[in-house]
């Protein structure tokens, strides 16, 4: 944008330039032909102003649209906040509606809220004392085998000692 606005302001000053360095040529009175009439007047001076004119038409033409931009975009922001606000509203109602039937599920499945916790006490229970026999034998099983190795080490270091220094 300030680019734009700096090549803007860079074109009009070299124009005010070549006008001002060229005035006495575009004042200069010339035959100028109406078509229907010929009078004398300075054809340079009538060029300028008609570009002029040609130049606020366009501003005008330009300032019109962008208002019209504007005055639309509008509009469709306040569209788009009417129906942000009936989106979460109904967002709102659908979490309020899936909140009392999970409720309401909840409630039919453990009304008393105490009838499921004893058997799976009683299920941990068994199966810990599962565990722990398991364990026990493991760790039996593992003492065994730890004695039995070191039984051959000790034949095997028995019937040759190792040097001593």
Not at 26 to 39: D, G, N
Not at 60 to 70: N, P, S
């Amino acid at each position: 944008m300030k680019v734009r606005m700096v090549v803007l302001v860079v074109v009009l000053a070299l124009l005010s330039v070549f006008i001002l360095a060229n005035w006495p040529a575009i004042t200069a009175p010339t035959h100028v032909s109406l078509v229907v009439k010929e009078v004398e007047a300075p054809l340079g001076l009538i060029l300028l102003g008609s570009l002029a004119v040609v130049i606020m038409l366009f501003l005008f033409v330009m300032v019109f649209q962008q208002a019209g931009l504007i005055r639309e975009t509008r509009r469709y922001a306040k569209e788009l906040a009417a129906q942000r606000t009936l989106a979460d509203e109904a967002e709102a109602s659908r979490f309020t509606e899936l909140r009392k039937h999970l409720d309401a599920r909840l409630d039919r499945l453990d009304p008393g809220g105490g009838g499921i916790e004893e058997p799976v006490n009683e299920r941990i229970d068994r199966l810990e004392t599962a565990m722990r026999a398991h364990i026990d034998n493991a760790g039996n099983s593992l003492a065994a085998y730890i004695g039995e190795v070191d039984d051959r080490v000790e034949r095997l270091l028995g019937s040759n000692p190792p040097p001593r220094n």
